[in-house]
Structure formats: C-alpha cells, structure tokens
C-alpha cells in the first residue's frame, strides 16, 4: 500500500490561490491513479479532481474545473492541486488518495494521506 502525506494548505483569501502537494511512498507511485477529495464540516467527502497513473487524462468536479488543476510528477512520487480563484465555499479538509482504477469515487481509493486544511476567508 501507498502512504500518502499532503502539504501546501492553510488560510488565503478568496480570489487567492494555493498549490497542494501529496508525497508517495512504499510502493510504486505510477501504478496508481490519483484523486484529491475534500470535506467541508458538516459535509460528506466529495470528489475534486483525479488523473491517470500516466497523467494523460484528468476529470474534475464540475465545482472545480476551470479553477483547478491536478497534474502529478511520476519521477518525484508527488501529485499537486493548483488551485486558483479560490472560493469561501472551498473551504475544506483536503486529501489525496491512491487508487488502481481511474475512478471519482471514493469507495474506490484505498490509500488516504491525513488531510490539509484549506481555509478561504470572504
């Protein structure tokens, strides 16, 4: 299994922008694909955005796209979240997460990092 550990969150106000990391490691990175979910108090998890284990291919939340851009590094074992445009409704825990199928659903990944908080002050 993959250990997933995120970095790059924190306060920013809206209209700002973050980048988010995710480092892997324990086992090979490009074997999976990756998402990025968030969770907002009182919210279910939701899906963000996800990419092939090549890169080649994304998919976001229709609340993200066009403001968010997933994009990863095989040779660094790290995936990023550029996030621009930033929005109170944003506000989230986020995390990254390892799946072997190219997926959205969260049912679907089985390696979780412990979460970042993104806070966008109004």
């Known amino acids: 299994q993959v250990q997933l550990v995120e970095s790059g969150g924190g306060l920013v106000q809206a209209g700002g922008s973050l980048r988010l990391s995710c480092a892997a490691s324990g086992h090979t990175f490009s074997s999976y694909a990756m998402g990025w979910f968030r969770q907002a108090p009182g919210k279910e998890r939701e899906f963000v955005a996800a990419?092939?284990?090549?890169?080649?291919?994304?998919y976001y939340a229709a609340s993200t796209k066009g403001r968010f851009t997933i994009s990863r590094d095989n040779a660094k074992n790290t995936v990023y979240l550029q996030m621009n445009s930033l929005k109170a409704e944003d506000t989230a825990v986020y995390y990254c997460a390892a799946s072997l199928s190219y997926s959205t659903r969260a049912a679907d990944f089985g390696s979780w990092g412990q979460g970042t908080q993104v806070t966008v002050s109004s």
């Open positions: 990419i092939r284990r090549s890169g080649g291919s994304t």
